[in-house]
């Protein structure tokens, strides 16, 4: 089977070097993701595995769709018994460009009639629409009038890992903070703070991935597991990842630390780290109060930079004071907007353009040598 792993643009290259470290085959990096081959067990796998990764998809059928008639006939030859009954739910979802079809709602609608009417007139029954969540996830991409019809493995996105507590302003999606981590060339075992980490996004993916512990392991199912077609054979090979997950040996833990001046976060993120079973260390106090690293390691942060969060200059100012404190760490910057690229206080030695949502983010990386 042919996959396709869906990416937070400008991570691509990350999550095609997390696949092959995975041990997935045929990898290979694309726009807006990576693609992959292998059986279904390795779809599953990524979806368990991948930290990177916010969809993993598998392609159905692939057609010229010039016209809506013809996206409907490309829809309809695909027998969607295997993944369908009368008890399942479904949701089509639909992107576009440069084709005579333009219009998203249009085009999923038209798949979902397509999908509807052939069960119907085979099987006798029309599965019923639930957005909200839905047990087959169909998804539509047409480009220069070509369109590929997709299956999500995934049902929830990816960086819904499970231990996150609600109710903290602006936190960074799971997936993009692991990429950041993998981009920064952390090497898992060496320190790293992050002084202003807000719900602590970036020092619990660390914990987790220092650990080699699964993205997955909290998620009660993944989307592949409300499948018609999910059977033993299925369940015994998800149950065996889960199985071969909890006989790994965690390696010695390093040294992490986040701190914030919000409280709150702070709570949240020692509740988080809890419920992720991982153990960092967690303090409520200003940037000011970080003190050198005892060995060299990792500053890795995600700081306010005016967008969602206000920006306050002196903060930019404070905190160039306190990284050239860190000789011969590595300081690792994420953020959008001007005033952080003007005013970073060291010039970068490598820089990646990533998006954060819908916010495109400089992500820049030096080594304090003073």
């Known amino acids: 089977m042919r996959f396709f792993a869906v990416a937070a643009k400008g991570t691509e290259g990350a999550l095609r070097d997390e696949l092959k470290e995975i041990g997935l085959k045929g990898v290979r990096a694309d726009r807006g993701g990576v693609h992959f081959e ?134 960074l999606k799971e997936t993009l903070a ?37 993205a997955g392991v909290l998620r ?42 919000d409280g709150h976060a702070i709570k949240i993120a020692r509740e988080s780290a809890a419920r992720a079973g991982v153990r960092a260390s967690w303090f409520c106090r200003p940037l000011s109060e970080l003190r050198p690293l005892r060995q060299p390691g990792w500053l890795v942060t995600n700081p306010p930079y005016g967008q969602r969060l206000a920006l306050q200059p002196e903060l930019v100012v404070e905190f160039g004071s306190v990284a050239r404190t860190l000789h011969r760490s590595r300081v690792v910057v994420l953020a959008a907007g001007e005033e952080w690229a003007r005013v970073f206080p060291f010039r970068p030695e490598q820089v990646w353009t990533l998006h954060n949502g819908d916010l495109v983010c400089r992500l820049s990386c030096t080594v304090i040598r003073l």
């Open 178 to 214: 692991a990429a950041v981590l993998r981009l920064s060339g952390w090497d898992r075992s060496s320190p790293l703070v992050d002084p202003m980490c807000g719900s602590g996004t970036f020092v619990l993916e660390a914990a987790l991935w220092a650990a080699r512990v699964p």
């Open 38 to 171: 292998g059986a279904l067990s390795d779809g599953f796998r990524a979806c368990y595995e991948s930290r990177i990764a916010v969809r993993i998809q598998t392609p159905l059928a692939s057609f010229e769709a010039p016209s809506a008639e013809a996206l409907y006939e490309g829809v309809r030859s695909v027998d969607w018994s295997r993944w369908l009954t009368e008890q399942h739910t479904l949701a089509v979802r639909a992107f576009c460009r440069s084709s005579v079809l333009t219009h998203t709602q249009f085009i999923a609608q038209r798949t979902k009639d397509a999908i509807v009417d052939q069960l119907r007139e085979r099987c006798g029954f029309r599965p019923s629409v639930n957005l909200g969540d839905p047990d087959v996830r169909v998804f539509v991409h047409l480009v220069h009038n070509k369109a590929t019809v997709y299956l999500d493995l995934s049902g929830d996105p990816l960086y819904q890992r499970g231990y996150r507590v609600a109710g903290v302003e602006a936190p």
């Open 220 to 261: 009660p199912r993944f989307g592949f597991e409300r499948w018609a077609c999910h059977g033993d054979a299925e369940r015994r090979a998800i149950a065996d990842l889960r199985q071969e997950a909890r006989e790994r040996k965690p390696p010695p833990a390093p040294f992490l630390l986040g701190s914030d001046l």
